[in-house]
């Protein structure tokens, strides 16, 4: 139950783009297209960004999107704003447990 | 409004016991599946447990296996978690969350989460 493999800190400018990167096994998310990415600003509960790889719930804005290839999820935040500044984490069902979470990723917007 | 409120945070000595709640209002506690999420002091998100909606199947992380136990009372929307023989690195907020969309599987996410409860283990 290894936690999944996050760039410690992305930073971007105003309106730039920006990826971050969640590594993990073919136990995890390599062989399931379960994975969900959360947003955590300080002092709060984590909010749910993603599911499914590329899916977002209802409310969340489409500058947020997701992907997969192999072993590695990423998460693409377009336009960024002031608000996106905030800790991002993402998670995979994974063999015999329903969730692996990752090592964080601390978004700074220039 | 959907909400979750955790209770029976504290302070309690390394080999200790507390016992933790999640009131569920707002939505039909009995269809989602539940979670207890902790995060350690300036650390990132660990998950601890997990629990069907009929408390079929129940899943633990390595960390806490024998010595956390997680269980829901669906009469009275309530999650919980006993944690016994608790150690330092259990300090944490530990959160409950439930699973997004009812009777669904783990795959959707977890869509609301309670503000937190905090646990101090320390002499």
């Known amino acids: 139950q290894s936690a999944l493999t996050q760039p410690a800190s992305v930073s971007g400018s105003l309106g730039q783009s920006i990826t971050i990167s969640c590594t993990g096994t073919?136990?995890?998310?390599?062989?399931?297209?379960?994975v969900s990415w959360y947003q955590q600003h300080p002092g709060e509960a984590p909010k749910l960004m993603i599911y499914?790889?590329?899916n977002r719930p209802s409310g969340v804005s489409n500058r947020f999107s997701g992907s997969k290839s192999g072993n590695t999820a990423s998460l693409t935040i377009s336009g960024l704003q002031p608000e996106d500044e905030a800790d991002y984490y993402c998670?995979?069902?994974?063999?015999?447990?329903?969730?692996?979470f990752g090592s964080g990723t601390k978004v700074t917007v220039l | 409004e959907v909400q979750l409120v955790e209770s029976g945070g504290g302070l309690v000595k390394p080999g200790g016991s507390l016992r933790l709640s999640c009131a569920a209002s707002?939505?039909?506690?009995?269809?989602?599946?539940m979670n207890w999420v902790r995060q350690a002091p300036g650390r990132g998100l660990e998950w601890v447990s997990s629990?069907?909606?009929?408390?079929?199947?129940?899943y633990y992380a390595d960390s806490v296996k024998g010595r956390f136990t997680i269980s829901r009372d669906n009469a009275k929307n309530s999650l919980y978690l006993q944690m016994n023989s608790l150690r330092a690195e259990d300090t944490a907020v530990y959160y409950c969350?439930?699973?997004?969309?009812?009777?669904?599987?783990?795959?959707?996410?977890?869509?609301?989460w309670g503000q937190g409860t905090t646990v101090t283990v320390s002499s």
């Open positions: 969350a439930r699973v997004a969309r009812a009777a669904a599987a783990w795959n959707y996410g977890m869509d609301v």
């Open positions: 073919s136990s995890d998310v390599g062989a399931y297209d379960f």
């Open positions: 629990i069907t909606r009929g408390s079929s199947y129940i």
């Open positions: 998670s995979s069902f994974a063999t015999s447990i329903p969730y692996v």
């Open positions: 499914d790889v590329n």
């Open positions: 707002g939505f039909i506690y009995s269809t989602h599946r």
